[in-house]
């Protein structure tokens, strides 16, 4: 019975002699019982136990110290309190209770080791031997014992060491990662650095140019300070002499007629000389092209003398009186501010740039960025005309003053005159060489002013069907060009921020505004603004007077149409643009304002 009981303590010891690992405190106890000639199983003993069976508290640092800025006292003695606790309870050594663990039976061992081992002809024996034992009821399952700790602990820990070794190779790999992300950041800080001292290099060579051109303006500014007044001087000169002109050429005509009623039936007419050439080949052999040349030169001849048949037109030297001055009497009807929004046509797809009114017809024409003109019939706004033509966007349009003519500007660089009646294009007059902003008629009906980003104003003749004149002066865009009604006077706007007057022979008042929402009344006589008013901060797009003269819309960046009341000074505001309002309108009796948006839509307001 005593040798069937000690089997299991030497296969315990001869497994402990086969991994090399002992345990030495079960190892003596074992060879103590053997000596006094019985041992069992049950009095196997551990008396010292294994570091890995509990688990400790975790000691807190006791490095406490108070942050800077919450020097509190209460704070300091509850901290002091906190430590003194801590340092009793560990002064009395309290010994928590180990983690319960399943350990592992040392048969169940055995078989992993040998399977592990790869020794299957010893695990077969064994487990055929061990079964047959307990089918015996020689021993019990639990009898066999226990595997100690430390041989779970190393299979523990080397499963532990395989996750640390792959973790660590994944850091590895990270690692290398980030190396080679810090080079390359490292080569883009070196780039952008030298780059960032080429742009400093570059910026201080500029400051110093910019220095030197400064220097070099200040010389020049007394000079073109006296050519500035040279030419003002001339200005008024020329003004002065054109006045003048146009007196004594009243004063001709005069008489030219007068003597023309004195001598009735008499005439003079010059004599014709034609010059022959003295030598002429006669039978010359002509060649086919020979005959090509004679035929394109007879061509142009008969061209150029169609062309110079065609006279220019005269501007009017003695005006009618413009019949809207009388509208001006303190007798009329009160002005009209409080306008309402009635409805809107939705005519374009892309921004309304120009609305203008028929002159005698409730008639509406309005131009957009999408190359069309459309024509409406009001109050109901359904289209009557459509003008396609252009091939770029359309800036402006104007009426013939009959009412049966169109003039339209556009930005690619033609102003395009329209009949009507037809609802074609009948002349195209090109010469810019940039954008066309504005364009006007004469009251005459003859010539047509535009002007255009080229820095130019030109007047065309539509008679002769050429420019008549080019007008230098602007040193920017010239935006915006207008006749003066019954008048030859001739106002521009331009962006180097200056307002021209070309040919002046009365006295008006004229209003312009810039990107800033300012808008001043001008005495152009004077050549002095009478009346600034802020109404910014939005740009304004367009400011028109109401055929009174009374009263000033201005059509803004923000959508708000503005009311000048030009007697009381007073401001209103017209709000329902949803977008910016591009340009504004008066009808002809100040009853109705049309103003058209970036939205594509014209409003009406009545």
Not at 82 to 91: G, K, V
Not at 190 to 201: E, L, T
Request: charged share 25%; glycine share 6%; net charge negative.
């Amino acid at each position: 019975m005593a040798t069937q009981q000690g089997t299991p303590s030497s296969a315990l010891r001869v497994l402990e002699e086969a991994l090399g690992m002992g345990v030495s405190a079960a190892g003596d106890t074992a060879e103590a019982v053997a000596a006094e000639g019985a041992y069992y199983l049950e009095q196997v003993t551990i008396t010292e136990a294994s570091e890995d069976d509990y688990e400790y508290e975790e000691i807190p640092d006791d490095n406490y110290s108070i942050p800077e800025g919450e020097e509190d006292l209460a704070k300091a003695v509850q901290m002091v309190q906190e430590q003194a606790t801590d340092t009793q309870i560990l002064e009395q050594k309290t010994v928590f209770s180990p983690k319960h663990t399943v350990p592992e039976a040392i048969e169940d061992f055995l078989c992993n080791f040998l399977i592990k081992m790869g020794m299957t002809r010893t695990l077969d024996c064994f487990q055929s031997e061990w079964y047959e034992l307990i089918q015996k009821g020689i021993t019990e399952l639990r009898d066999g014992g226990i595997v100690p700790d430390v041989y779970t602990q190393n299979m523990l820990l080397e499963n532990e060491n395989k996750i640390l070794k792959k973790d660590l190779k994944h850091y590895k790999q990270a690692a290398d990662k980030a190396r080679e992300d810090l080079l390359k950041t490292q080569k883009e800080r070196d780039f952008h650095r030298m780059h960032h001292k080429r742009i400093v290099q570059e910026k201080n060579k500029l400051i110093n140019d910019l220095k030197r051109l400064k220097l070099h303006y200040a010389s020049y500014e007394p000079a073109i300070r006296v050519l500035h007044e040279k030419h003002h001087a001339l200005l008024k000169q020329k003004m002065l002499t054109s006045l003048e002109r146009d007196r004594a050429i009243g004063q001709i005509s005069g008489l030219q007629e007068t003597l023309k009623h004195m001598e009735i039936g008499h005439g003079y007419h010059a004599p014709e000389f034609r010059v022959v050439p003295t030598c002429r080949k006669e039978n010359a052999p002509e060649g086919p092209t020979q005959k090509g040349l004679r035929e394109a030169r007879e061509q142009s001849k008969c061209k150029a003398k169609a062309k110079a048949n065609t006279k220019d037109s005269e501007f009017p030297t003695h005006m009618q009186p413009n019949p809207n001055l009388d509208l001006g009497k303190e007798n009329l009807c009160p002005a009209k501010f409080d306008y309402k929004l009635n409805n809107i046509f939705r005519l374009h797809e892309l921004p309304v740039s120009c609305i203008v009114m028929h002159p005698h017809k409730d008639l509406l024409v309005s131009c957009g960025e999408d190359r069309v003109w459309k024509m409406v019939g009001l109050p109901k706004g359904n289209v009557l005309l459509t003008g396609l033509g252009h091939t770029d966007w359309l800036s402006n349009c104007c009426f013939h003053p009959s009412g049966n003519k169109l003039a339209t500007s556009s930005g690619d660089t033609t102003v395009k005159l329209w009949d009507l009646s037809k609802g074609n294009c009948i002349l195209t007059f090109e010469g810019h060489t940039h954008a066309v902003w504005s364009c006007t008629w004469h009251s005459c009906g003859d010539f047509v002013a535009s002007s255009s980003l080229d820095t130019t104003s030109k007047i065309w003749d539509v008679n002769s069907e050429r420019c008549r004149y080019t007008l230098y002066g602007h040193t920017d865009s010239v935006n915006s060009i207008e006749f003066f009604p019954y008048s030859n006077t001739l106002l521009t706007g331009s962006a180097d921020k200056s307002l021209s007057i070309w040919d002046a022979r009365t006295g008006h008042m004229i209003a312009s505004c810039d990107a800033c929402g300012v808008t001043k009344l001008w005495d152009f006589r004077k050549l002095l603004p009478m009346v600034s008013i802020d109404v910014g901060p939005s740009p304004g797009n367009e400011v028109t007077f109401d055929s009174s003269g009374r009263v000033l819309a201005q059509a803004s960046g923000n959508g708000v149409i503005h009311l000048l009341d030009l007697k009381s000074g007073q401001i209103h505001k017209l709000m329902g643009h949803e977008s910016e309002a591009h340009t504004v309108m008066f009808s002809r009796d100040g009853e109705t304002l049309f103003s058209g948006g970036s939205d594509g839509t014209v409003r009406t307001w009545s």
